[in-house]
C-alpha cells in the first residue's frame, strides 16, 4: 500500500456497536443517546473539523461536550475518541463503510426510529457548533448541496417517533438510514479533502 495514503488513513479502528456505547454512556450514568453522539461526531467533521490527533480530538471532546450538554471524561472521553477515529476510519474507508451509529435490527421499531431522530439532530448540533467556531474566525462556508441535506436533516429530527410499526413504515426508516448515511458521507468527504 502507498505510505501516503496509509499516512492520510492513520490507523484503522473499527466502529462500535450501538450497544457498546449505550453501555459505556449508561454505565456512566449518561442519559446519551449513543446515535446522538454519532451523530454530532459525524456534524463536527462535516462542517471541517479535523479529528486526526490528539489535540484536535481534544478540541472536538470540548465541543462536544458544550453541544450536547454532557461531560466527558474518564471512560467515556476515551470511548468517544475512539468513536471518533472509528468514524474517520469509517469515511475514509474505499468500501464506503460509513453509516450512522444505530440500534441493532432486533430492537424495538419505536427504539431504532428515535434514534434515527436523535442522530439526525445529533449531526445538526455538531455541525452547527463547529460552524459557529469556524464563523469566529472568519472560515464558515456553506455549500448549497450541504445547506439541502441540513434541511432534511432538521425533518429528520421531527420524526414521529410515535408511528407504528410496518413493513412500509420499516422500508422508509431503512431508506432514511441510507439517505443519511450518504448525504453525510459525501459533506464528510468533501470536509476532508478541504483540509489537505
Not at 457498546?20 to 454505565?27: C, I, K, N, P, R
Not at 446519551?32 to 486526526?52: C, D, F, K, Q, R
Not at 439532530?121 to 474566525?137: I, K, P, R
Not at 408511528?163 to 468527504?189: H, K, T, V
Request: hydrophobic fraction near 45%.
Amino acid at each position: 500500500m502507498d505510505s501516503v495514503l496509509v499516512d492520510k488513513l492513520g490507523e484503522y479502528e473499527d466502529m462500535p456497536l450501538w450497544q457498546e456505547a449505550a453501555d459505556v454512556l449508561f454505565g456512566a450514568g449518561l442519559t446519551l443517546n449513543p446515535s446522538e453522539l454519532h451523530g454530532a461526531i459525524a456534524g463536527l467533521m462535516a462542517a471541517g473539523l479535523a479529528v486526526n490527533q490528539e489535540a484536535e480530538r481534544d478540541t472536538a471532546l470540548a465541543l462536544l461536550e458544550r453541544c450536547l450538554g454532557v461531560d466527558l471524561h474518564g471512560e467515556v472521553a476515551d470511548f468517544t475518541r475512539r468513536v471518533m477515529a472509528a468514524t474517520r476510519s469509517a469515511v475514509l474507508d474505499t468500501d464506503f463503510a460509513f453509516t450512522p451509529m444505530m440500534p441493532d435490527d432486533d430492537e424495538p421499531f419505536e427504539h431504532r426510529l428515535m434514534s434515527m431522530a436523535r442522530w439526525a439532530s445529533g449531526f445538526l448540533t455538531g455541525f452547527t457548533q463547529a460552524v459557529a467556531t469556524q464563523e469566529d474566525s472568519g472560515n464558515a462556508t456553506i455549500q448549497p448541496t450541504t445547506a439541502e441535506a441540513i434541511k432534511d436533516f432538521a425533518a429528520i429530527a421531527q420524526l414521529d417517533i410515535d408511528e407504528q410499526e410496518s413493513d412500509e413504515a420499516a422500508r422508509e426508516l431503512e431508506e432514511l438510514s441510507e439517505y443519511c448515511r450518504m448525504a453525510a458521507l459525501n459533506i464528510i468527504q468533501d470536509a476532508f479533502a478541504h483540509q489537505d
